[in-house]
C-alpha cells in the first residue's frame, strides 16, 4: 500500500525505500555486534534476537532497563564462578537478583550449558532529553560496565521533538507519538532514529529483520507510557499490515534476496502495569486510575473493532482492514498491587513499604514473565512421544512456543499465573507436590521462600479477601475446583498458554504432568484453545506459567478502572457523580440485549481530556498543534489534538467486547454413530 493511499486515521511515515531499509537495518546490527575483523576470517552476517524489548516512559524504560541488567548481570557472575564471597553476600538481600541466580545454574561436571535467557534488544524511550543521564548515572553499582557491554541496549532519543513528559496525561503522550512517527524520520537531527524506525516499524516480519517478538512495557496510569505505547505499536502493526496488502511482483524478480519481504508472523504485546486501587490509602477517583481506564477502553474497543466487528462492509478491501488495526496481538496486565500482597503475605507492612521496593518487585514479576515466555522457545530434544501421549498431550503442541503460536493462541487483554518449586538432585518425581504447584501459581501474590519468586496471579479475579477465602476453600476441599470455576476470570477464559519448565536431569511423572492438565481443564471449562510447552534444561527449578487470555477483562480491577475513566471523562453532568453509571455499564454487560440508546444517554459524544488537565487543557491543546505544524510542515498530515480523542464508539466498542467475553461458552462435542 503506497503511502499516498493510507487511510487518514493513520499517517505514520513508513519508510519504502528497500535499500534504505537494509543500510539501516545494518547500522543497528553493526551497533548490536559490533565487527572484530580477523584477517583470513569469513564475515559471518550477524541475525537480530528473536525478541525485542520495547520499555516506554519513566516505569516502562526502568523495567526493561532491569530485565536488560539482571541478565547480564547473573551471566556475567556464573561465568566467573563468582570469585567474591562478599560480593554474593551483599546481593543475598536482593530478591529479583537472588531469583534469576538460582535460575541460570553455571556449568555443570557434565559439560552442560544451561540455556540462558536470550539476549533481547532493548529499546528505551521517554519524553524526557535527560533519559541518557538519568540511565547512564544512576547510582546503581556497576551500571555504567553494563551500559558499555550490552551493546543490545538502545536509547532512542526523541528529545528534539519534546523535552519534557506528558504531564500525566496520556492524550499529550499519544498525540507527542503521533508527531514522532508521522514526521519523516529522514528530517530527524538525531540520526539513530532513523535506524531505529527501521528496525522497530519498516522492517517488522520481513527476512532481513530476524526479530519476531515485542514486547512493550510500560504504566498505564501515567502520561508518557499510557500515552506512547499504543501509539508505537499502531505504527508497527500498520506497517506490518500494509505490507501484507503490497501485492508488488517485482519481489520475486530481485537478485539479493535480503530485499524480499518474505513474511512471517510477529507477536507483540503490551506489557501494562496497571496502577494501586486498593488499599487504606488509595482513593479510586486519581488520575492514575483514569489514566489507566482510558487505556483499557481504548485497547479493548480496537480489539473488538479488529476481531469481532460484524458490521464492517467488506473484509477484502485493504483500506478498511487498515483502519480498524489494533496495538498488540495481546496485552498482558501486571497490577501494583500485586506487589502489595506480596509484601503482605510476607509479613511485612504494605502501607510502610517504599516506592523503589515496590518498583524493584514489580521489575522482579515482568523479568519472570518474560524469561519463561522466551525460554518456551528453546528446542527441546530431551524426550520422547511416548511420554507426552502417556500424559494426554500432543507433542506437537508441546515442543516450543513460537512467535506463530503466541500470535494464535494469545489475543486481547491477558493475565499470569506463576509458581515454581525446588527440584534437583535427591528430589524423586514422586516427591513433587502438583496440586500445591498448581494452586499456588493461582493465589494472592506470595514471595516463595525457597526461591526467591514472587509467585500468584497478576490480575485478581475479584476483591483481594474474597478472592482469598476462595481459594482457602479450594485447598481445604481437596482441590475441588467448582467454585473458583464459577469466577468469570476462569469461566470465560477463551484460550490458555501453559508453559512448564524442567530442570535437564528432572522427569516430571506422566500422572504429574496429566494432573497439571487436569486442573487448568477444569479450572477454565470453556476454553477453545490449550497450548502446553514442555521446556527442558532452562531452569533449575521446576516452573509453572500459564496465561489466561480475554477474561481478565471481566475481572474487578479491569472494570473498575475502567468505569472510572467514562464516568469522569465521558459521563454528563448529570451522571458524573453518581453509581447510576456504573450500574448502567454492568447491566449492559449482562443483559442479553444491548439497548445502544443508553450510551447516548449517559455519555458525551468525545471524550472531555479537561476532566483530567482541568483548565490547563485550553492552553495546551493550541500549543501541542503548533508544534505540530511546526516539525510536520505538510497541511495534508495536519492531525488536530481532537482528532485524537476517543469518542462514544469507543466506548460503544468496549461494552460489546466485555459482552462477547461475558458470554463466551463452548459446547461439548458428542460421540456420533451411525450404528445405532
Known sequence: MSQDNLPIEHLYFTESNLEQILENLDVVRNHIHPQVVTEGAPNVEQIFPSVCLIGLGRCGSNIALDVASLVYDARANYMREVENQELLDSEREFRPMRWIRKHLPIEGKDGFKPVFLIEPIVLLGDLDKDIEGRIRFSNQEGREQFLEEYKKLQIMDLSEVHAGGAGNAPILGQYLAKIILNKDTSTFRNENWKHMHSYLVDSCGIKANQSRLYFYIFSAGGGTGSGMASEFGLAQQF???????????????????????????????????????????????????????RLLTKYISEEWNFSYNEEREDDEVPADVMERIRPWNSMMLISNDIMRYAEEEDGGDADSIDVNTMEKYANQYISQQ???????????????????????????????????????????????????????????????????????????????EDTSAIEGVSVLPVESERYRQAIKDFRKSGYDVSKLSDLHFFKNCSSIVSIISLPRDFKLSFTALNRLKMHLNRLCPNTTLKRYALVIGASANLSLTTLIAKSPCLSDDFLTLM?????????????????????????????????????????????????????????????????????????????????????????KNAIKYLREIYRHRISKTNVLTLNG
Request: aromatic share 12%; net charge negative.
Open 563 to 651: 468505569v472510572a475513566y467514562m464516568k469522569r471523562c465521558f459521563a454528563t453532568d448529570d451522571y458524573r457523580y453518581t453509581d447510576e453509571v456504573d450500574h448502567a455499564i454492568i447491566d449492559m454487560i449482562q443483559t442479553e440485549e444491548f439497548d445502544e440508546s443508553l450510551i447516548e444517554k449517559y455519555f458525551m459524544t468525545h471524550e472531555n481530556p479537561a476532566k483530567i488537565l482541568d483548565t490547563n487543557w485550553y492552553a495546551i491543546k493550541p500549543m501541542y498543534e503548533k508544534k505540530y505544524r511546526e516539525l510536520i510542515d505538510d497541511t495534508q498530515q495536519f492531525v488536530s489534538i481532537n482528532d485524537i480523542r476517543l469518542d462514544i464508539s469507543n466506548v
Open 239 to 293: 506497517s506490518y499490515l500494509s505490507k501484507t496488502f503490497d501485492y508488488r511482483s517485482d519481489q520475486s524478480q530481485l537478485v539479493d534476496k535480503r530485499h524480499s519481504f518474505v513474511f512471517e508472523p510477529i507477536f507483540t504485546s503490551g506489557i501494562c502495569i496497571l496502577p494501586n486501587i486498593s488499599g487504606k490509602n488509595v482513593e479510586i477517583s486519581e488520575a492514575l486510575h483514569i489514566n489507566a481506564g
Open 370 to 448: 518474560i524469561f519463561n515466555i522466551l525460554t518456551a522457545q528453546a528446542v527441546t530434544t530431551d524426550y520422547d512421544e511416548e511420554y507426552f501421549r502417556r500424559a494426554g498431550i500432543d507433542i506437537s503442541e508441546t515442543i516450543r512456543l513460537d512467535a506463530n503460536d503466541l500470535f494464535m493462541s494469545l489475543a486481547g487483554p491477558v493475565a499470569v499465573a506463576y509458581a515454581e518449586s525446588v527440584v534437583g538432585p535427591g528430589v524423586h518425581q514422586d516427591m513433587v507436590d502438583i496440586d500445591d504447584l498448581f494452586c499456588r501459581s493461582i493465589e494472592l501474590p506470595h514471595f516463595n
